[in-house]
Protein backbone atom coordinates (compact mmCIF):
# COMPACT_ATOMS: atom_id res chain seq x y z
CA UNK A 1 0.00 0.00 0.00
CA UNK A 2 3.10 2.33 0.46
CA UNK A 3 4.54 2.17 -2.10
CA UNK A 4 1.03 2.35 -4.80
CA UNK A 5 0.78 5.66 -2.60
CA UNK A 6 3.88 7.06 -3.22
CA UNK A 7 4.46 5.54 -7.00
CA UNK A 8 0.74 7.22 -7.80
CA UNK A 9 2.62 10.57 -5.88
CA UNK A 10 5.18 10.42 -8.45
CA UNK A 11 3.19 9.47 -12.06
CA UNK A 12 2.93 5.92 -12.66
CA UNK A 13 0.91 4.61 -15.14
CA UNK A 14 0.44 1.36 -14.21
CA UNK A 15 1.58 -1.16 -11.50
CA UNK A 16 1.92 -5.14 -12.10
CA UNK A 17 2.58 -7.40 -9.02
CA UNK A 18 4.79 -10.14 -10.12
CA UNK A 19 4.75 -13.09 -8.81
CA UNK A 20 8.61 -14.52 -8.37
CA UNK A 21 10.40 -17.95 -6.81
CA UNK A 22 10.68 -16.18 -4.11
CA UNK A 23 7.88 -13.97 -3.98
CA UNK A 24 6.56 -14.08 -0.13
CA UNK A 25 2.54 -12.96 -0.81
CA UNK A 26 0.50 -15.10 -3.33
CA UNK A 27 -2.41 -12.68 -2.73
CA UNK A 28 -3.28 -8.88 -3.02
CA UNK A 29 -6.56 -7.12 -2.20
CA UNK A 30 -6.55 -4.54 -5.71
CA UNK A 31 -9.77 -3.24 -4.69
CA UNK A 32 -7.97 -1.90 -1.66
CA UNK A 33 -4.90 -0.73 -3.72
CA UNK A 34 -7.38 0.96 -6.16
CA UNK A 35 -8.57 3.11 -3.21
CA UNK A 36 -5.29 3.42 -1.84
CA UNK A 37 -4.15 4.74 -5.70
CA UNK A 38 -7.72 7.12 -5.85
CA UNK A 39 -6.71 8.90 -2.61
CA UNK A 40 -3.00 9.18 -3.46
CA UNK A 41 -3.97 10.60 -7.01
CA UNK A 42 -6.52 13.17 -5.24
CA UNK A 43 -3.58 14.19 -2.91
CA UNK A 44 -1.09 15.13 -5.47
CA UNK A 45 -3.27 16.58 -8.00
CA UNK A 46 -2.92 13.76 -10.42
CA UNK A 47 -5.38 13.77 -13.33
CA UNK A 48 -5.18 10.21 -13.80
CA UNK A 49 -5.36 6.98 -11.98
CA UNK A 50 -3.08 4.44 -12.66
CA UNK A 51 -3.85 1.32 -13.79
CA UNK A 52 -3.35 -2.14 -10.93
CA UNK A 53 -3.15 -5.14 -12.10
CA UNK A 54 -3.88 -8.57 -10.16
CA UNK A 55 -0.73 -10.39 -9.65
CA UNK A 56 0.44 -12.04 -12.36
CA UNK A 57 3.68 -14.85 -12.96
CA UNK A 58 6.42 -13.68 -14.61
CA UNK A 59 6.28 -16.24 -17.22
CA UNK A 60 2.73 -14.57 -18.32
CA UNK A 61 4.09 -10.96 -18.21
CA UNK A 62 6.75 -11.68 -20.47
CA UNK A 63 3.81 -13.35 -23.06
CA UNK A 64 2.75 -9.95 -22.81
CA UNK A 65 3.65 -6.76 -25.17
CA UNK A 66 6.22 -5.04 -23.39
CA UNK A 67 7.54 -1.29 -24.37
CA UNK A 68 10.73 -1.58 -25.95
CA UNK A 69 12.61 -0.08 -22.67
CA UNK A 70 12.91 -3.12 -20.57
CA UNK A 71 15.01 -2.98 -17.18
CA UNK A 72 14.95 -5.34 -14.10
CA UNK A 73 16.60 -3.98 -10.77
CA UNK A 74 19.40 -6.30 -10.17
CA UNK A 75 21.56 -7.14 -6.74
CA UNK A 76 23.98 -9.49 -8.80
CA UNK A 77 26.29 -9.84 -11.79
CA UNK A 78 26.94 -6.96 -14.15
CA UNK A 79 24.60 -4.00 -14.80
CA UNK A 80 24.07 -0.32 -15.41
CA UNK A 81 22.76 2.33 -13.72
CA UNK A 82 19.43 2.62 -14.60
CA UNK A 83 19.40 6.15 -14.57
CA UNK A 84 22.35 5.73 -17.45
CA UNK A 85 19.85 3.38 -19.00
CA UNK A 86 16.36 4.77 -19.16
CA UNK A 87 15.65 7.21 -22.22
CA UNK A 88 12.78 9.64 -21.46
CA UNK A 89 9.67 10.14 -23.58
CA UNK A 90 8.62 6.39 -24.34
CA UNK A 91 7.06 3.79 -22.23
CA UNK A 92 9.61 1.51 -20.13
CA UNK A 93 8.98 -1.34 -17.60
CA UNK A 94 11.21 -1.66 -14.56
CA UNK A 95 10.47 -5.17 -12.60
CA UNK A 96 11.80 -4.73 -9.25
CA UNK A 97 12.39 -8.60 -7.71
CA UNK A 98 10.91 -9.38 -4.06
CA UNK A 99 12.82 -9.68 -1.05
CA UNK A 100 16.03 -12.16 -1.39
CA UNK A 101 16.12 -10.84 -5.03
CA UNK A 102 15.15 -12.29 -8.63
CA UNK A 103 16.46 -16.08 -8.67
CA UNK A 104 19.91 -16.19 -11.55
CA UNK A 105 17.58 -17.94 -13.44
CA UNK A 106 14.93 -15.48 -13.49
CA UNK A 107 17.61 -12.47 -14.11
CA UNK A 108 19.06 -14.93 -17.08
CA UNK A 109 15.04 -15.76 -18.38
CA UNK A 110 14.32 -11.94 -18.13
CA UNK A 111 17.73 -11.24 -20.66
CA UNK A 112 16.59 -13.45 -22.82
CA UNK A 113 13.37 -11.67 -23.03
CA UNK A 114 15.15 -8.20 -23.43
CA UNK A 115 15.22 -7.46 -20.55
CA UNK A 116 18.41 -4.98 -19.22
CA UNK A 117 19.66 -5.57 -15.26
CA UNK A 118 20.63 -2.09 -13.69
CA UNK A 119 21.14 -1.36 -10.46
CA UNK A 120 19.66 1.54 -8.47
CA UNK A 121 22.53 2.53 -6.51
CA UNK A 122 24.97 1.26 -3.98
CA UNK A 123 23.06 0.76 -1.23
CA UNK A 124 20.80 -2.71 -1.31
CA UNK A 125 17.68 -1.48 -0.97
CA UNK A 126 14.09 -3.09 0.27
CA UNK A 127 11.70 -4.22 -2.51
CA UNK A 128 9.15 -0.98 -2.17
CA UNK A 129 12.18 1.34 -1.55
CA UNK A 130 13.82 -0.04 -4.62
CA UNK A 131 10.32 -0.13 -6.98
CA UNK A 132 9.63 3.71 -5.48
CA UNK A 133 13.72 5.10 -6.37
CA UNK A 134 12.71 3.92 -9.61
CA UNK A 135 9.83 5.35 -10.32
CA UNK A 136 11.21 8.38 -8.81
CA UNK A 137 14.26 8.47 -11.23
CA UNK A 138 12.42 8.21 -13.83
CA UNK A 139 9.61 10.64 -13.17
CA UNK A 140 12.73 13.32 -12.45
CA UNK A 141 14.19 12.28 -16.20
CA UNK A 142 10.92 12.92 -18.03
CA UNK A 143 10.88 16.65 -16.39
CA UNK A 144 14.79 17.46 -17.47
Known sequence: EW???KAVEVGVDRITPVMTTRTERARLRVDRLDRVAISAMKQSLRHWLPVIDEPIALDE???QALPAQRYFGWCEGEHDSLMA???PGS???VLIGPEGDLTSTEAALLREHGFSAVSLGQARLRT???ALTAC???SLARQR
Open 136 to 138: TWM
Open 91 to 93: DAL
Open 61 to 63: LLQ
Open 85 to 87: RYQ
Open 128 to 130: ETA
Open 3 to 5: FVE
